[in-house]
């Protein structure tokens, strides 16, 4: 994808990779060497910091320097883990969301940044659970959202600037899925879910990057189902994010949701979220 780095912006991107190794293997590699990243939050890396650290260095090894890479690895093997990466050492970095919570394992991390006028961003990497009705997985998918109403304004409290980016599993609005009247009892679009959204957004006071940058326009899609004909046909949610405190939010641009030019072509079933900022 041709698409230049502004000077002076750092770009900064989420993608649910689907497992690392798999990405890797399709051709992630070429996605990140084109595309000029700062810092990229990964979720269900699905592997631990060492092989992720080598899959890393793998994709990057064309760059002048190593890539810091930080995960938070689900005691599961092989399910969940997020994790991020960047050009620049963080100043610190802390997992799990608030004082720790079962419903968290291997799905927040923390990560802090130093920027040019003494200030500190802080960045999340987020993988909430993607439910299902009627089942345990719901329950903690419900919980995990509740935690985030309670621990949010502490974190913002403490940071200067903080972006929450990730795989949030749920559609906000109507907007944000193809087909939501289809879905409306199903999880992902449930109006309990959504609600919690409408306070992130509403008296929580974060911005919606993606949907400011792209104003009132079906999607833009993140994920796509492998099944049928959905990708071919551009059925799907928008529901990776993200999420910013008012200031930072203002110094966002250039929205691009790097979809994949043909179905071949998918390293993951997610498409990479990138949005440059203009940080000082």
Avoid: C
């Avoid at 996605?31 to 899959?55: M, Y």
């Avoid at 920027?115 to 903690?140: I, N």
């Avoid at 203002?250 to 900022?277: F, I, M, T």
């Amino acid at each position: 994808m041709v698409d230049p780095k502004p000077a002076g912006q750092t770009r900064i991107a989420s993608v649910n990779v689907n497992g690392i190794r798999a990405a890797h293997r399709k051709g992630m590699g070429q996605w990140l060497a084109d595309r000029e990243i700062d810092i990229l939050a990964l979720q269900e890396v699905r592997a631990n910091e060492e092989i992720l650290t080598k899959l890393v260095t793998d994709m990057t090894e064309h760059e002048d320097q190593p890539w810091h890479v930080h995960e938070y690895e689900a005691a599961d093997k092989g399910r969940a883990g997020v994790a991020i990466i960047s050009r620049n050492a963080p100043i610190a970095t802390r997992n799990g969301i608030g004082d720790g919570h079962p419903e968290d394992d291997g799905r927040w991390i923390e990560a802090d940044y130093k920027l040019g006028d003494g200030s500190t961003l802080t960045v999340v990497s987020v993988y909430v659970h993607s439910g299902e009705v009627g089942t345990l997985k719901q329950e903690h998918k419900m919980r995990f959202l509740h935690y985030m109403t309670e621990y949010l304004p502490k974190l913002a409290q403490r940071a200067d600037h903080l972006l929450v980016m990730g795989d949030l599993n749920v559609g906000h609005r109507e907007l944000d899925i193809k087909n939501w009247k289809g879905n409306v009892k199903n999880s992902g679009f449930l109006p309990e879910e959504r609600a919690y959204f409408d306070q992130y957004f509403g008296e929580l006071g974060f911005s919606d990057v993606a949907r400011s940058l792209a104003g009132e326009v079906e999607g833009p899609y993140t994920w796509w189902s492998y099944r049928g004909k959905a990708f071919d046909n551009d059925t799907g949610w928008r529901i990776d994010y993200h999420m910013a405190t008012p200031a930072l939010a203002e110094l966002a641009g250039n929205l691009k949701v790097d979809r994949a030019q043909d179905y071949s072509l998918r390293w993951s079933d997610h498409a990479p979220l990138v949005v440059d900022y203009k940080l000082p």
